[in-house]
T-cell receptor, first 112, second 119 residues
Framework: TQLLEQSPQFLSIQEGENLTVYCNSSSVFSSLQWYRQEPGEGPVLLVTVVTGGEVKKLKRLTFQFGDARKDSSLHITAAQPGDTGLYLCAGAGVYNFNKFYFGSGTKLNVKP | GAVVSQHPSRVICKSGTSVKIECRSLDFQATTMFWYRQFPKKSLMLMATSNEGSKATYEQGVEKDKFLINHASLTLSTLTVTSAHPEDSSFYIC???????????????FGNGTRLTVT
């Protein structure tokens, strides 16, 4: 099992604020994905990063993969109540790119 | 887009009974599916990898005799929780990757999960 630590675990902010969620591991990943999950539903993919140092943007969300492919960050600009949810990072191993292990999760609450 | 269907969405059973959960890939063939377990407000814990036509691969600490996995076809995997106990109550989610969407960038397509409550 490859351990992925996410921080912070909980985040409660006001609408319009910026935030960053971190996903760290001592293991190298072949790829890393970020998901958002609503209560009672399965996770929904936000982005996949594959190359070390890669940066991807999805509207107000910016994702970065660490140079060594061991860590990643998710930055949200001007958060909105609709961003509320559980954010999960998931990394696939170098030897089995099909098997993903999930981070500990970050519960985000954006207050209007 | 690719869809994974999971059934049932909710099930309540009595201690000692067995419960079967189905996971189907609706518009792609999945030689591999994954079963996860999620505790309230927690992340997903990988339980096992379901392999079409062969035995499932279980993660460390997961009892294979408790959680029976069968992957009889390229579109169906089942998880059976045998002799269920209240501590087995949880949210179980399956996932699969569409091999036609690329080696690294294809997402895990998740079912909507099954909420199991054992009384």
């Amino acid at each position: 099992t490859q351990l992925l630590e996410q921080s912070p675990q909980f985040l409660s902010i006001q609408e319009g604020e910026n935030l960053t969620v971190y996903c760290n591991s001592s293991s190298v990943f072949s790829s890393l994905q970020w998901y958002r999950q609503e209560p009672g539903e399965g996770p929904v993919l936000l982005v996949t990063v594959v190359t070390g140092g890669e940066v991807k943007k999805l509207k107000r969300l910016t994702f970065q993969f660490g140079d060594a492919r061991k860590d990643s960050s998710l930055h949200i600009t001007a958060a909105q109540p609709g961003d509320t949810g559980l954010y999960l990072c998931a990394g696939a191993g170098v030897y089995n790119f099909n098997k993903f292990y999930f981070g500990s999760g970050t519960k985000l609450n954006v207050k209007p | 887009g690719a869809v994974v269907s999971q059934h049932p969405s909710r099930v309540i059973c009595k201690s000692g009974t067995s419960v079967k959960i189905e996971c189907r890939s609706l518009d792609f063939q999945a030689t591999t599916m994954f079963w996860y377990r999620q505790f309230p407000k927690k992340s997903l814990m990988l339980m096992a990898t379901s392999n079409e036509g062969s035995k499932a691969t279980y993660e460390q600490g997961v009892e294979k005799d408790k959680f029976l996995i069968n992957h009889a076809s390229l579109t169906l995997s089942t998880l059976t929780v045998t002799s269920a106990h209240p501590e087995d109550s949880s949210f179980y989610i399956c996932s699969a990757r569409d091999p036609g969407q690329g080696k690294y960038n294809s997402p895990l397509h998740f079912g909507n999960g099954t909420r199991l409550t054992v009384t």
